[in-house]
Nanobody, 128 residues
């Protein structure tokens, strides 16, 4: 059974930084592994933020490009999201997610439906 545990959320002022971590257990990294970060603000749909596959290919939603960086430590089964230059509109619950098993096509933030394992989320609040 896959378990994903997020940490690192908090409250910061605009322009600040946070680093989120997602510790995965029960997940077998294989040639088609895909993990990602999603977020959901109150009253809005959950949206993809960034994804990374086993070889390190990444994808980002336009609104976070050049500010957020997704990375992974496969030996530690951990995925990170470094968030810089935070804005109030980044305020949301952030979720780590993983694709279980094999999949066709790209590992992409836009393919939310293919992520079958989810963490409980960590809150990020950015004040102006």
């Amino acid at each position: 059974q896959v378990q994903l545990v997020e940490s690192g959320g908090g409250s910061v002022q605009a322009g600040g930084s946070l680093r989120l971590s997602c510790a995965a257990s029960g997940l077998t990294y294989n040639s088609k592994s895909c993990m990602g970060w999603f977020r959901q603000a109150p009253g809005k749909e959950r949206e993809g933020v960034a994804t990374i596959d086993k070889i390190g290919s990444t994808s980002y939603i336009d609104s976070v490009k050049d500010r957020f960086t997704i990375s992974q430590d496969i030996a530690k089964n951990t995925v990170y999201l470094q968030m810089n230059s935070l804005k109030p509109e980044d305020t949301a619950m952030y979720y780590c997610a993983a694709v279980r098993g094999f999949y066709l096509g790209a590992c992409s933030y836009a393919r939310r439906a293919m992520f079958g394992s989810w963490g409980q989320g960590t809150q990020v609040t950015v004040s102006s």
